[in-house]
């Protein structure tokens, strides 16, 4: 089966979860699987290269940003020189190009992943911004044959807005699993968050609770945000403002999972609204008890005093206090550990999420699942 992936950007950079889920999602299924991964706007070299290396044809269409409903002919010439069974599309900008790819292929099924619903509506953006964007989920939506939610709480917005239920499934993203590797033997706490620098991430209220924390004496913990974004200015001013720059870190973009959460020993994430968490997934097949705000679909990840705690959203106080208890209780941050670890392998792994991907495929071509 040949199954064309069309990215708006193929990259390794922040924003690029929906590039490792789809990455991940080919190399399970390859052999049986064909793929073709294909850029709108920009191609990284090292994303290539990792493609290629991996068996699978890559190639960029270098369309500027916002052109790419305009700019279809040279991606029609590769369908029809390549002949995929299914292009599967992600993200807005490449929903642009369904209506002109349907007009050229109308025998070729068109399945759209919707990695979070921010594309089309966020209420921290002025009215119009919302406005035109739902608009352009109508338009897409009729050369789309199926679409994919990563969350049920993603599902139900989109029902909401007009797609119907019975062409909507649900698959949780899936990560390439990791041993439960050995935490540091310093004693000291390593408590972690990863996400883009912007508003609705909540790396400001991370730093809240931080300060919350340290406020009680502790001096054998840090505080770490991993990844980059339009906040970092505020957030280095309001780490100072702390008087606990030595305790909060920012460190950056990391693009070697090991280096960041080997060695951390509790995951926050302080988001104000969430499509699924990949970074939750991902600190739970390390075995990091996690808590949050209990927020869209994060309950759907975190098993609440299991795998970690959920605390009512924006309640700072409350987080940092799970963040104590997990510090003071060896035994419950152990236990927490193994059983993060044990639900992350079981329901978020990418053979997991491959296989129901590969039994959608099969569903939309009319195969049946035992061929």
């Known amino acids: 089966m040949r199954i064309l992936i069309l990215q708006p950007n193929l990259w390794n950079r922040k924003g690029a979860a929906p590039v490792l889920v789809m990455k991940n999602l080919a190399a399970s299924l390859k052999p049986s699987h064909e793929f073709f991964f294909v850029s709108i706007c920009k191609l990284e070299p090292i994303t290539q290269k990792e493609l290629f290396t991996a068996g699978h044809k890559v190639e960029n269409l270098n369309v500027p940003k916002w052109l790419p409903i305009f700019r279809s002919k040279k991606l029609v010439s590769m369908i029809y020189d390549w002949k995929p069974d299914i292009i599967h599309i992600n993200q807005l900008r490449s929903e642009l190009l369904a209506a002109s790819i349907k007009k050229h292929f109308p025998s070729i099924s068109i399945i759209s992943t919707k990695h979070g619903f921010y594309e089309y509506f966020d209420p921290s953006r002025k009215w119009p911004y919302s ?35 019975n062409k909507i499934s649900v698959i949780h993203n899936g990560i390439q699993p990791t041993l439960l590797l ?10 972690i968050t990863v996400g883009k620098l912007e508003p609705r991430k909540g790396m400001d209220k991370f730093i809240v609770a931080a300060k919350k924390v340290l406020q009680k004496g502790y001096k054998n913990c840090k505080f770490k945000i991993f990844g980059t974004g339009s906040e970092q200015t505020y957030l280095e001013k309001l780490i100072l403002e702390t008087g606990y720059g030595e305790y909060i870190k920012l460190m950056g973009f990391e693009t070697n999972k090991d280096r960041i959460y ?15 968490g990949l970074s939750i997934a991902e600190a739970m097949h390390y075995g990091l008890p996690v808590v949050s705000f209990n927020v869209d679909a994060v309950p759907e990840i975190i098993e609440h005093n299991v795998t970690g705690f959920l605390v009512p959203p924006n309640d700072i106080e409350k987080m940092a206090e799970k963040v104590e208890a997990l510090m003071l209780d060896n035994k419950l941050l152990e236990v927490m550990s193994a059983k993060s670890h044990k639900r992350a392998i079981e329901e978020f792994s990418h053979n997991k999420m491959a296989d129901k991907y590969a039994n959608l495929y099969k569903e939309i071509l009319d195969i049946p699942n035992n061929e």
């Open 262 to 276: 080997t060695d951390a020993s509790i995951y926050v994430h302080a988001a104000s609204n969430e499509a699924f």
């Open 131 to 165: 406005l035109l964007r739902l608009k352009a989920l109508k338009y897409v939506q009729k050369s789309i044959d199926h679409t994919v939610c990563i969350s049920h709480f993603e599902k139900g917005f989109y029902v909401s807005h007009g797609i119907p239920a």
């Open 182 to 191: 050995s935490r540091s033997s310093t004693p000291t706490f390593n408590i």
